[in-house]
T-cell receptor, first 111, second 113 residues
Framework: AQSVTQPDIHITVSEGASLELRCNYSYGATPYLFWYVQSPGQGLQLLLK??????LVQGIKGFEAEFKRSQSSFNLRKPSVHWSDAAEYFCAVDNTDKLIFGTGTRLQVFP | DSGVTQTPKHLITATGQRVTLRCSPRSGDLSVYWYQQSLDQGLQFLIQYYNGEERAKGNILERFSAQQFPDLHSELNLSSLELGDSALYFCASSVSGGVETQYFGPGTRLLVL
């Protein structure tokens, strides 16, 4: 069955530090992958997506993600984290019309 | 702002009751999805409609039903509510319902007491 794993439940970083959030997927065909962010009390905002082509994808708010088929991974990165990036981040795979989400990674940013 | 609207934002009700959640998709989007976010189950797909027709079904309970109207807005009906139905319910929309970006609304927070 298709699935998405986010191994880190909670990550804490200092403001200005780099960030990498891990995402591994299990999917038989070519995956269509997404990262969404959910700020407290808010809905889900799309950060970036991978459908095909260049495996390094740029998104909003300075985020990027790299698709690695050999590792079944789609890790999210940001070179310098801002306090406003504190939120919960969800990786998702499109399973023919519906999204399958990981359990999320909560990011805490210290000044 | 994604362009997807959901009402109400918050809903408090009692066990055994029935509620209706409403969603208006982005202008031009034909497909609507419903998701449930709870602490124990995470984010789970419930059901999808495309241009008024049910297209896909996920882990939706028999007590729950949905429909999409000719103006493309959608309603999710939850009946015989239980404490465990307390959750955040999201609506999302996309242009055609294939493999494409889904845009999410702000959600309706349901609390069953």
């Amino acid at each position: 069955a298709q699935s998405v794993t986010q191994p880190d439940i909670h990550i804490t970083v200092s403001e200005g530090a780099s960030l990498e959030l891990r995402c591994n997927y299990s999917y038989g065909a070519t995956p269509y992958l997404f990262w969404y962010v959910q700020s407290p009390g808010q809905g889900l905002q799309l950060l970036l997506k991978y459908f095909s082509g260049d495996t390094l994808v740029q998104g909003i708010k300075g985020f990027e993600a790299e698709f690695k088929r050999s590792q079944s991974s789609f890790n999210l990165r940001k070179p310098s984290v801002h306090w406003s990036d504190a939120a919960e981040y969800f990786c998702a795979v499109d399973n023919t019309d519906k999204l399958i989400f990981g359990t999320g990674t909560r990011l805490q940013v210290f000044p | 702002d994604s362009g997807v609207t959901q009402t109400p934002k918050h809903l408090i009700t009692a066990t055994g009751q029935r509620v209706t959640l409403r969603c208006s998709p982005r202008s031009g989007d034909l497909s609507v999805y419903w998701y449930q976010q709870s602490l124990d189950q995470g984010l789970q797909f419930l059901i999808q409609y495309y241009n008024g027709e049910e297209r896909a079904k996920g882990n939706i309970l028999e007590r729950f039903s949905a429909q999409q109207f000719p103006d493309l807005h959608s309603e999710l009906n939850l009946s015989s509510l239980e404490l465990g139905d307390s959750a955040l319910y999201f609506c999302a929309s996309s242009v055609s319902g294939g493999v494409e970006t889904q845009y999410f609304g702000p959600g309706t927070r349901l609390l069953v007491l």
